[in-house]
């Protein structure tokens, strides 16, 4: 039998473990996510306009692991080695036949420039900042990139 590790819990993990199991009944597929849940992301623009909250657009994904025979380790991949056949995690190694590191724009954050922005990618955290954040503004400039990035001026 072989053990296909998958890295993270959106749209890219999900689909993988779905085609993964209709291909294959017999694989072990462990999800490797801090949370066993599913975040949906483009849901939090309407956060900082209040017309979502952010337990509106979290799906615990317990059931969907059941389902699709998962086992669901609570960690973060920290790394490789053994050519990505040993994933490192927070939790400790995991050896694996196959790897599929689905984890999204989570380095977005390391590009020059941006570290001083909050933006709708940075999840629910960071609409939740951008709502206070809106919520405070007595004044200033508001506008929206083509991007879907909001920017926020105090001048």
């Avoid at 998958?6 to 199991?21: D, H, I, N, P, Y």
């Avoid at 909250?53 to 920290?78: G, I, K, S, Y």
């Avoid at 689905?102 to 020059?112: C, D, I, T, V, Y």
């Avoid at 960071?126 to 909001?150: C, E, Q």
């Amino acid at each position: 039998m072989s053990r296909i590790a998958v890295v993270g819990a959106g749209f890219g993990a999900l689909t993988a473990v779905r085609k993964l199991r209709a291909g294959d009944r017999s694989l072990q597929i462990d999800v490797i996510a801090p949370q066993p849940e599913f975040v949906y992301y483009p849901g939090t623009i309407w956060i900082p306009t209040g017309l979502r909250r952010p337990e509106d657009l979290v799906v615990p994904l317990h059931n969907f692991f059941r389902r699709m025979r998962v086992t669901w380790l609570q960690a973060e991949a920290t790394g490789l080695r053994d050519g990505g056949r040993t994933l490192e995690t927070s939790a400790g190694d995991l050896t694996n036949d196959g790897l599929i590191i689905a984890s999204g724009g989570r380095f977005l954050r390391k590009l020059p420039g941006i570290e001083h922005s909050i933006t709708p990618c940075g999840g629910i955290e960071a609409t939740v900042k951008i709502r206070d954040r809106l919520a405070a503004m007595d004044g200033g400039t508001i506008a929206f990139g083509p991007d879907g990035y909001l920017y926020l001026g105090l001048g």
